[in-house]
């Protein structure tokens, strides 16, 4: 499947998952779309606010911890998902992790674990099980996003390993994966750091390490994921 029909489908699965559901609005009547994850995931909350920032139809819930890798303690990673479950609601939760990712780790009973082995990816695997058992229970719909092609062969390869983790993952609990490898790219669907933004102007949309987004790419990025939100209710009137 191409990429482009891969991120398509992405969109309509997301939009197919959350058919026919009764979404727990605000006062205002606002879909709540919580965020977590790391510095991306940042990024992607500030998108969606800048994006939506005068649709009442929308509210934004940046949850996000810049830095948080799923290989360092819970404060970084589970710990904001329960405290947002335990104290507030949202409708949607989007999802993204992994660009500080690519460490060994150590577990409590078999020490360390070395990146890309079978026993690092089955602890790895499991810590994200962790997020998601605490989003469905708070009966959230979720939405993972996948990390991007980046600049550097060698941690593209680390990233697409890792994405592979969420995609298996997320679907066990009803999820959504939503890829974001080549959502800027060059034709050939390689890295590059400049594209069209949302107004169809040219400019650069990736940042100087070569792996976060500049504030215009975050945008892009935003308005694939609200293109795949579900309508609300004041929306459809």
């Known amino acids: 499947m191409g990429v482009i029909q891969r991120i398509f489908g992405a969109a309509l699965a997301v939009s197919l998952a959350f058919a026919g559901v009764a979404w727990a609005q605000d006062e205002n009547g606002a879909l709540r779309v919580a965020v977590f994850g790391d510095s991306q995931a940042q990024g992607i909350a500030a998108g969606l ?45 989007i999802v993204m992790f992994g660009a500080n990712d690519r460490l060994d780790m150590r577990d409590d009973k078999l020490g360390y674990l070395h990146f890309r082995t079978d026993a690092w990816r089955e602890a790895y695997a499991a810590k ?54 080549s959502v800027i790219a060059d034709d050939s669907g390689q890295f590059t750091a400049y594209g069209k933004d949302r107004n169809g102007v040219n400019q650069r949309l990736r940042g100087d390490d070569g792996i976060h987004f500049t504030s215009a790419g975050y945008e892009v990025i935003a308005e694939k994921l609200v293109a795949a939100l579900p309508q609300t209710q004041a929306q459809a009137q």
């Open 128 to 181: 994200a099980d962790e997020i998601l058992e605490a989003l469905k229970g708070a009966h959230l719909k979720i939405v993972w996003c996948g990390n991007p092609i980046a600049r550097s062969q060698t941690y593209s390869a680390d990233m697409s390993y890792i994405n592979g983790i969420y995609d298996e993952e997320v679907t066990k609990f009803g999820g959504t994966f939503f890829p974001l490898w």
């Open 49 to 93: 606010q800048r994006v939506l920032l005068n649709d009442p139809h929308f509210r934004i819930l940046n949850r996000t911890h810049p830095g948080a890798s799923l290989t360092h303690s819970q404060k970084e990673w589970l710990e904001p998902v329960e405290r947002f479950v335990a104290k507030d609601t949202a409708d949607v939760a």
